[in-house]
């Protein structure tokens, strides 16, 4: 029997050595045990408050195109899915939401999409350098999957200053069973360290209960962030997609996503970590619950009305409400109630390279 003086001593041992063994990482993530999981959340939300004071960063999500050159097994956007009504956003529909998230007061644009070769290099960077030209002050995030590292050097040059590209699994077995076998778990991981040496801030990530996800791939991720250290981390749990070949498997749970995130926190203090949409999906409160365990990104959504329903990487997603950027005055509101401020800042890393 472990008490909850146990799950206190192995929660203050994993903020103070900034690492956290196999066994450590089993029990938190399987203790009924609800006031150590209230200990942990209100550690890990305390470091947040520590290295970024109570400030939420909020980040305006741009869906540019919902075409994918990928297969990944477990998105509803992949290539295979029939039945998606495919959009890729004009240029000028792109600036047109930047316009708008501007004047709702967001300072950093993602421009996110699927592997969409209409999308190449010149387009890109025509695109990313009248956005930095537009907003001089902003901070401009890319997460458009795997390119060549030419490719990340040009649109880095043309002026994006980060990237996201989740690692989806530190293991590669699993990543294996997550991806077509065209899929290389490490030209991911190279992707990864081009964006880094070009000088992006970055973000990795992975989904809380993939299938065949275990305590052991979870724990190798854990390492992988401690490792790269990245800017970034991006998780949400798994939300089956329906017509994909994990249409039937569950979905991960609110409770282990909110525990990994709080690991996280407790694990790398000045990460930039957001409550995601996919936790929203699950749980009507999911984002509110991630900030009290350590979050402190956001990112409505500052798409098209028209494509947001389409951007279906999994089913029932978020995309009206309080999700949605126009709601922006609402999400400061929930944010205050929480004692969180939301910030009219880039919402820069607390510490460079
Ligand atoms: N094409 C880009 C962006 C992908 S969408 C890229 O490859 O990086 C962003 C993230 O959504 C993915 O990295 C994946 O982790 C997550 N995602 C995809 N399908 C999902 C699902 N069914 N449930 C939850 N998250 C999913």
Same mark, same amino acid.
């Given at each position: 029997?472990?008490?909850?003086?146990? =799950?206190?001593?192995?929660? /203050? &041992?994993v @903020?103070? %050595?900034?690492n956290?063994?196999?066994?450590?990482?089993a029990?938190?993530?399987?203790?009924?045990?609800?006031e150590?999981?209230?200990?942990?959340?209100?550690a890990?939300?305390?470091?947040?408050?520590r290295?970024?004071?109570?400030?939420?960063?909020?980040?305006?999500?741009?869906?540019?195109?919902?075409?994918?050159?990928?297969?990944?097994?477990?998105?509803?956007?992949r290539?295979s899915?029939?039945?998606?009504?495919?959009y890729?956003?004009?240029s000028?529909e792109?600036?047109?939401c930047c316009?708008?998230g501007?004047?709702?007061?967001?300072?950093?644009?993602?421009?996110q999409?699927?592997?969409?070769?209409?999308?190449?290099?010149?387009?890109?960077?025509?695109?990313?350098?009248?956005?930095?030209?537009?907003?001089p002050?902003?901070?401009?995030?890319?997460?458009?999957g795997?390119r060549?590292?030419?490719? =990340?050097?040009?649109l880095f /040059? &043309?002026? @994006?200053? %980060?990237?996201?590209?989740r690692?989806?699994?530190?293991?590669?077995?699993?990543?294996?069973?997550?991806?077509?076998a065209?899929m290389?778990?490490?030209h991911?991981?190279?992707?990864?360290?081009?964006?880094?040496e070009?000088?992006?801030?970055?973000?990795?990530g992975?989904?809380?209960?993939?299938?065949?996800?275990?305590?052991?791939?979870?724990y190798?991720?854990?390492q992988?962030?401690?490792?790269?250290?990245p800017?970034?981390?991006?998780?949400?749990?798994?939300?089956?997609?329906?017509?994909?070949?994990?249409a039937e498997?569950p979905?991960?749970?609110?409770?282990?996503t909110?525990?990994?995130l709080a690991?996280?926190?407790?694990?790398?203090?000045?990460?930039?970590?957001?409550?995601?949409?996919?936790?929203g999906t699950?749980h009507?409160?999911?984002?509110?619950?991630?900030?009290?365990a350590?979050?402190n990104?956001?990112?409505?959504?500052?798409?098209p009305?028209s494509?947001?329903?389409?951007?279906?990487?999994?089913?029932n997603?978020?995309?009206?409400?309080?999700e949605?950027?126009?709601?922006?005055?609402?999400?400061?509101?929930?944010?205050?109630?929480?004692?969180?401020d939301?910030?009219?800042?880039?919402?820069?890393p607390a510490?460079?390279?």
């Amino acid at each position: 029997m472990t008490s909850t003086l146990d =799950y206190r001593t192995i929660i /203050d &041992a994993v @903020a103070q %050595r900034r690492n956290i063994s196999p066994n450590q990482l089993a029990a938190l993530l399987s203790t009924n045990d609800t006031e150590a999981v209230k200990i942990l959340f209100e550690a890990a939300h305390a470091e947040a408050n520590r290295v970024y004071g109570n400030k939420v960063f909020m980040r305006g999500l741009i869906e540019i195109s919902n075409h994918c050159k990928k297969d990944c097994l477990y998105c509803g956007i992949r290539r295979s899915q029939v039945g998606v009504r495919r959009y890729r956003l004009t240029s000028e529909e792109i600036l047109d939401c930047c316009e708008q998230g501007y004047a709702l007061g967001f300072r950093t644009f993602v421009l996110q999409g699927g592997e969409d070769g209409w999308f190449d290099d010149d387009r890109m960077c025509d695109i990313v350098s009248e956005i930095r030209r537009a907003y001089p002050s902003c901070a401009i995030t890319l997460s458009l999957g795997e390119r060549p590292r030419e490719s =990340y050097q040009r649109l880095f /040059d &043309a002026g @994006a200053n %980060r990237y996201l590209l989740r690692h989806e699994t530190a293991d590669p077995q699993h990543y294996a069973l997550l991806h077509p076998a065209e899929m290389s778990f490490d030209h991911r991981q190279q992707c990864l360290r081009d964006l880094w040496e070009i000088g992006f801030q970055v973000g990795c990530g992975f989904m809380v209960g993939s299938p065949f996800q275990t305590v052991q791939t979870l724990y190798e991720d854990l390492q992988l962030i401690r490792r790269l250290r990245p800017e970034m981390v991006g998780i949400g749990p798994f939300i089956p997609a329906s017509g994909t070949p994990f249409a039937e498997c569950p979905a991960g749970s609110v409770d282990t996503t909110l525990r990994l995130l709080a690991i996280i926190r407790l694990l790398h203090p000045v990460v930039l970590l957001p409550a995601t949409t996919a936790l929203g999906t699950l749980h009507p409160e999911g984002r509110e619950l991630g900030i009290l365990a350590g979050a402190n990104v956001v990112m409505p959504n500052l798409s098209p009305r028209s494509c947001r329903s389409l951007y279906s990487i999994y089913d029932n997603k978020l995309s009206s409400g309080s999700e949605a950027a126009e709601t922006a005055s609402d999400i400061r509101c929930r944010l205050s109630e929480l004692g969180a401020d939301a910030a009219p800042d880039r919402g820069d890393p607390a510490l460079a390279r």
